[in-house]
């Protein structure tokens, strides 16, 4: 605890919920890019085709559709509780995917049915993460809090992909999955040390609409709020133009750009995914002395630049080293898009607000599946460049377009 003190890094740690949901929270991270890296290989091989592997990608992301219902869950019954619930489906998942492989009847449609499933649960994990945050964490750490939390995702890809690949060349998918399975249902033990007694929001005790009249409520807030609106319209873009081009496109790249195998796709991804971890460290450090909404546009363009050039190479080594650099930036980018819609949302909004912001994710199933038959017709540079070229157009287009609320130095998004 004196370390802790000490280091302005480690201040969120300061909060017992923090301390059981952070490992869990990289648990699950874990466990989601081993699986990632276990069952795209496996798509990419058993089909051979790019077009199955960026439709099971977009598969990942199908419950963003639905992201609003769990955020206003979690308003209901407690962030926790549902968080918990998603944690245990993910553990029933994983066991019967690991029986699938273990008996030898694992083949592209069970995979994808499963994966279906599966995507309608676990884009809202990221939600449900912020929220708890958001409700555990006091104000002037919130900051620092959210780019702690974020190194759970970026050190798990890396750990998680390198594992992923391992574990299957060594131990065959079967075995690689009963990993898994353990790394998950260590994830739901520590979820139940995770969050407070559930907030109680003013609306609740002035008669509590329905369902349908919350989600209307969020939707006419998101719309209504300027600097939510063009946050969102910033979150889908990214999510569209430059997440497809780093993630499951990556084993395409690995395969059929740079000739290499799964252990080099594994490297792959967790160039990216180390980046993105010097930079969460680096906004965990000193994210009180930025200003949130201007270096949110700065690094989304940075970001989408460095996509381009990334979509050109044809050397594995030059390939990770602006994946790296990307990574980095992407940090810079998403963490403070995060900070802005927990600073300033109505709490009693907040949990739908933040489900209206998973919706944004969907961009990226959209992105995916766009990009299979792009990349098939004219190649992964071509796609790229498209990709990347139309990103910082609209990136630039909303920055002009909210210039106000977004840049102002004096604007309540840009306040240290």
């Known amino acids: 605890m004196s370390l802790i003190a000490r280091a302005p890094a480690l201040a969120p740690f300061q909060i017992r919920s923090f301390r059981f949901q952070w490992p869990s929270d990289l648990l699950a991270s874990w466990a989601f890019e081993m699986e990632g890296v276990i069952l795209g290989w496996f798509v990419l091989v058993s089909t051979g085709s790019v077009l199955a592997l960026a439709v099971f990608g977009s598969l990942q992301f199908l419950g963003t559709l639905i992201s609003p219902l769990f955020g206003m869950a979690g308003d209901r019954i407690g962030n926790r509780n549902v968080l918990l619930l998603m944690r245990l489906a993910y553990l029933i998942l994983a066991t ?3 029986t699938l492989f273990l008996t030898g009847l694992a083949s592209p449609v069970p995979v994808f049915i499963l994966a279906t499933i599966m995507g309608l649960v676990r884009p809202s994990d990221i939600t449900l993460r912020n929220l708890l945050v958001g409700e555990t964490m006091p104000s002037d750490y919130l900051m620092r809090a ?47 040390g995770v969050g407070i007694r559930r907030l109680r929001v003013v609306s609740e005790t002035e008669g509590r609409p329905t ?15 300027p600097v939510v609106r063009a946050v969102m319209f910033l979150a889908f873009l990214v999510n569209f133009a430059a997440y497809p081009l780093t993630g499951s496109l990556l084993a395409y790249v690995a395969k059929d750009v740079y000739g290499i195998d799964q252990t080099g796709l594994g490297w792959l991804i967790a160039s990216f995914a180390g980046g993105a971890l010097c930079g969460s460290i680096l906004v965990s450090m000193y994210g009180t ?17 460095l996509n381009l050039v990334f979509s050109w190479l044809t050397v594995p080594l030059l390939g990770e080293m602006v994946l790296f650099v990307a990574g980095f930036f992407q940090s810079f980018c998403m963490i403070p ?17 933040m489900g209206v912001r998973m919706l944004a994710v ?9 990009s299979g038959p792009l990349v098939e017709w004219t190649g992964f540079a071509a796609t790229g460049t498209l990709y990347s070229v139309l990103g910082i157009v609209f ?3 909303i920055a002009v377009a909210w210039r106000t609320e977004l840049w102002d130095r004096a604007a309540p998004v840009n306040v240290r």
């Not at 390198?162 to 060594?170: F, K, N, P, Q």
């Not at 349908?212 to 209504?224: H, T």
């Not at 898009?337 to 607000?353: D, E, K, S």
């Open 96 to 98: 019967c995917l690991a």
């Open 337 to 353: 898009m995060a900070v802005i819609l927990l600073r300033i949302t109505n709490p009693a909004l907040r949990g739908c607000v």
């Open 362 to 370: 969907y961009g990226m199933p959209l992105g995916l599946l766009l």
């Open 146 to 192: 959210m780019g702690v939390s974020r190194t759970t995702a970026d050190s798990a890809r890396i750990v998680g992909a390198l594992s992923g690949a391992t574990l299957v060349a060594a131990l065959g998918s079967g075995l690689a999955y009963v990993a898994v399975c353990g790394v998950y249902a260590t994830c739901l033990a520590l979820t139940f």
């Open 395 to 397: 990136t630039l287009a």
């Open 289 to 305: 002395h930025i200003r949130p909404a201007r270096t949110m546009i700065v690094c989304t363009l940075v970001w989408l630049s």
């Open 211 to 225: 369902a349908l009249g919350a989600l209307r409520q969020g939707f006419a807030y998101v719309w209504s709020t």
